[in-house]
């Protein structure tokens, strides 16, 4: 079977993480080509013809891609899709945007957060905030799908695979993109970070929350927060951890004044080891940790940052 | 402009969800539905474009098993002026998919003709995140999803975005899709006199065939299962022992 890996390409550079992860489960299912878009994608497109068991690279490069805008992306991959039996991209933000729109353009559901390939037609998601697996068999021509990359192993490099240029599709013109806020930082990437540290409200303020990136900082993590943590303004949102937010498993998560409510635990329950520190004993966060300390975060995260 | 607002009845956000134990699914019998917690804010941003004067109608619309009837009155005493139900399910346990309810919707919107549609990012049911792009694309309309920030201009729309990176700007034609984010605004709760008014709001009952669109499932629920347990972790009593601990499992 033929199947469209979409690469994630982000101001012309291809997400590794992202990318190898969803490739994983890409070869499971067959060939793979992997799709490189965006104002630039030449270098995204050598990258991903290094990728261990891509048989071929599609770039396409124009300005109208650039932003990975939905209706020129999808518009694109639609175009394209007759060749194939199964059309993949890791779920980030920019594919959870634009893959519907695809699978509507070929009058095919879409398959969201795809955590296992059982077969060609069937697969395992999640339902309800991670409480339910559900087991899925399509009946759809061609398999539309995201895949949660946080239950999938990293694919390396190992392959050299041949590069071929495509053309974008016609531009409906419907959107234009105007400006992006993207915090720099040195610290890893949320999603493929191998320790995560997270605050909630329980912090307290955006002057203490820096706290919380101290102990981030001590122990190499990226940082995470609850919702709660967002909405009151200690954290950006892009670091929100949990449901609708960015999902993490990381080898260590520690959760600092954090509850556990069952929308954050969606996000963060299949992490290798997870700590609690929370004044609360009876907070839900300690029925999933696998080591809990009943301490005031004030006294606690400071003797962390000393100690470890 | 007329808005359309899609809102979705789900399981309460607050309760504890159970896997049924023959795997067929999950216990939706008796446990307590409330409006999709996206479509109220969706619904809550609608109703303030009303009140600054950008739009003058605030169409809810909702397609499910014929108990949909209490969120769209949900959505009524929010303040929307009137809306369709389409009973499209006779089991609580029947989920209509995120294709089929975008074909229903473009159908409506085909009669309707909004300037806009509100929807939600993301039913906290079945996860999907699909439906508003899905919609935008059966239009061919401007898609604008995960909106923290709405204005709206004429034409056009410029809706900041909560993406991956941070957050993106853009600016999209009208008609648009915007699927709304946490962040957009805190829905309003209905008072008491506002619910009673929105029991005399026209509130409209249509089916699928209506609209001639076939909401057959192309997704077969093969079962449904629980998630693995995590085993039972311990308490530590000192940041010294959390430490060792942490030492010894080669945590840090
Ligand atoms: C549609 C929807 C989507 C959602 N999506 C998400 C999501 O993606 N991610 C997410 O996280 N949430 C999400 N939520 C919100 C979720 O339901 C909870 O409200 C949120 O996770 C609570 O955040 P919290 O644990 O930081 O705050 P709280 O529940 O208020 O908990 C704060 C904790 O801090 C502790 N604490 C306070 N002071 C101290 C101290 N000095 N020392 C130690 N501990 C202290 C308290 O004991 C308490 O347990 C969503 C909700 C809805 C309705
Ligand atoms: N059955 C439905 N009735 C009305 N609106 C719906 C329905 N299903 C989905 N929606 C809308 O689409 C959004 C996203 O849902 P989903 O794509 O299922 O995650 C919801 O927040 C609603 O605004």
């Known amino acids: 079977m033929a199947v469209l890996l979409i690469g994630e390409v982000t101001n012309g550079e291809l997400n590794l993480d992202a990318t190898g992860k969803a490739l994983t489960a890409a070869k499971q299912l067959g060939e793979v080509t992997v799709l490189c878009a965006g104002a630039s994608a030449t270098a995204a497109g050598e990258a991903a013809s290094k990728l261990d068991g891509v048989s071929k690279v599609l770039v396409a490069e124009d300005p109208t891609l650039g932003h990975r805008l939905a209706e020129p992306t999808a518009a694109l991959v639609a175009g394209i899709a007759g060749d194939y039996s199964h059309i993949l991209a890791p779920s980030t933000t920019d594919a959870k945007n634009v893959m519907p729109r695809i699978a509507a353009l070929l009058d095919v559901m879409i398959l969201s957060d795809v955590t296992a390939v059982i077969d060609a037609d069937t697969f395992e998601r999640p339902i309800y905030a991670g409480n339910a697996i559900q087991t899925i068999k399509s009946t759809d021509a061609t398999k539309v799908m995201t895949i949660r990359t946080s239950t999938f192993e990293l694919t390396g490099e190992g392959g050299s695979a041949p590069v071929e240029s495509i053309g974008a599709a016609a531009d409906p013109g419907l959107s234009e993109w105007v400006e992006d806020k993207v915090a720099e930082s040195d610290r890893p990437e949320l999603t493929s970070a191998g320790v995560v540290v997270s605050g909630g409200r329980g912090v307290g303020s955006e002057e203490d929350f820096a706290m919380i990136e101290k102990l981030a900082d001590k122990l190499g993590a990226a940082v995470g927060a609850s919702r709660a943590a967002v909405d009151s303004g200690y954290a950006p949102n892009d670091w929100q951890v949990g449901q609708t937010g960015k999902v993490v498993a990381p080898n260590l998560y520690v959760a600092v004044g954090i509850s556990g409510a069952i929308q954050h635990l969606a996000g963060m329950k299949d992490s290798k080891i997870i700590v609690a520190i929370n004044k609360d004993e009876e907070a839900p966060i300690f029925q999933v940790a696998d080591y809990g300390l009943v301490a005031d975060l004030f006294t606690a995260v400071p003797e962390l940052i000393d100690k470890i | ?252």
Do not use: C
């Open chain 2, 1 to 252: 402009m007329k808005v359309l607002v899609p809102v979705k009845r789900v399981i309460d956000y607050n309760v504890k969800v159970r896997v049924k134990a023959d795997g067929t699914g999950v216990d939706l019998a008796n446990v307590k539905m409330s409006m999709n917690p996206f479509d109220e804010i969706a619904v809550e941003q609608a109703i303030r474009l009303k009140e600054a004067g950008t739009a003058d109608e605030v169409v809810a619309v909702s397609i499910g098993v014929k108990q949909s009837q209490e969120t769209l009155r949900t959505a009524l005493a929010m303040g929307a002026d009137r809306a369709i139900l389409i009973v499209a399910a006779d089991d609580v346990h029947t989920d209509i998919e995120p294709l089929a309810v975008a074909k229903l919707l473009k159908a409506v919107i085909d009669e309707e003709q909004p300037g806009l549609v509100l929807a939600g990012k993301q039913a906290i049911d079945n996860d999907m995140n699909a439906t508003g792009q899905m919609l935008s694309a059966l239009l061919g309309w401007s898609q604008a999803t995960f909106a923290s920030e709405v204005a709206i201009d004429g034409d056009h729309a410029t809706v900041t975005r909560e993406v991956d990176g941070g957050l993106q700007t853009i600016k999209v034609k009208m008609p648009a899709i915007v699927t709304v984010d946490l962040r957009l605004n805190e829905p309003r709760y209905a008072s008491l006199p506002n619910i009673m008014k929105a029991k005399k709001k026209p509130l409209d009952e249509k089916t699928p065939a209506d609209y001639g669109v076939n909401v057959a499932a192309r997704l077969e629920i093969v079962k449904t299962s629980e998630p693995e347990a995590r085993k039972a972790g311990e308490m530590v009593t000192s940041v010294d022992d959390l430490v060792s601990k942490l030492k010894e499992a080669g945590a840090v």
